[in-house]
DNA sequence: CAAAATACTTGCTTTTAGCAAGTAAATAAA
DNA sequence: TTTATTTACTTGCTAAAAGCAAGTATTTTG
């Protein structure tokens, strides 16, 4: 009974974990790993901000995320700038560049997705997004 | 239109890559690397198969997939025999150990997701799964 | 039989990540 | 107001995970 639940939910979790597997690919196939792919999002999307609040986010390890922002710095993509009312705090943008490369990704993401549901009708469309805001509405 | 549909699904997505994040946790507080466990995973599925149809399946590098093998045998959790028919081929199977400790991980699997759940009534639960098996056979 | 393909291994390198100690600045406590 | 603690970020060192390319042994194919 019980069990029969557990296991159609991981089966169905093993299923979603290649779906996505294969969403990823597409953004890995640029050269960028997935966290400095997260890194371009997050400062996308919430400019201005500094590594420790990205870090509420993505969770990784300080001195790993530090390197990772020198990278993204050193290519161009990212700029660091000392805030002046606390001079421990460094405030981080993206460049130009860097909005261009991130919207590259986002690109690539959204046509990984498209292509997964192309041969949807739209009635069958629709419907996919219901059962997974509905699943999200339970799980979350 | 079209894109409100891109965007839920990617959004979806988002939130089930951390659902799974989770999930996988449970795994990797064990020691075991996430390939790791796939490859007891299939093994306990599939015995008797060689490390190239074991990557048909997981699809890693060759040589590090014959490490990984190489370190499970060393674990004494797989065993590796060669092929009489073809020498080039290795059978590889799962030893007493190698079940046992697979079945601890399948079990933490197991209760990772229980938990996920254990707040829904059990006619929740059931729409979960309804919800589940409709995005797949939408989207396989 | 020679050449090509298959199955697996090994040496070498890179990428990703984590830990711990360290610097500098700000805040709280004595 | 000095001292201790906390915060933000960096750096050195190391380990784990993974990839590439060359290599061995065996089998298959032309």
């Known amino acids: 009974m019980e069990d029969q639940i557990i296991y159609r939910i991981r089966s169905f979790n ?37 590594a420790t609040s990205i870090n509420e986010v993505l969770q990784i390890d300080e001195g790993y995320l530090s390197r990772v922002i020198k990278k993204l710095i050193n290519l161009s993509l990212i700029t660091k700038k000392q805030s002046t ?29 498209r292509e997964q549901i192309e041969n949807l009708s739209k009635p069958q469309q629709l419907e996919l997004v219901d059962f997974m805001t509905s699943i999200t509405k339970l799980l979350k």
């Open 85 to 113: 009312e606390d001079k421990r705090k460094y405030y981080l943008n993206l460049t130009n560049k860097g909005i261009e490369e991130h919207q590259i990704l986002d690109d690539l993401s959204s046509k990984s997705v």
């Open 14 to 50: 093993r299923f979603y974990v290649r779906q996505i597997g294969l969403l990823q690919n597409s953004v890995l196939n640029t050269g960028y790993s997935l966290t400095e792919a997260h890194i371009l999002n997050e400062l996308r999307h919430n400019p201005n901000v500094t």
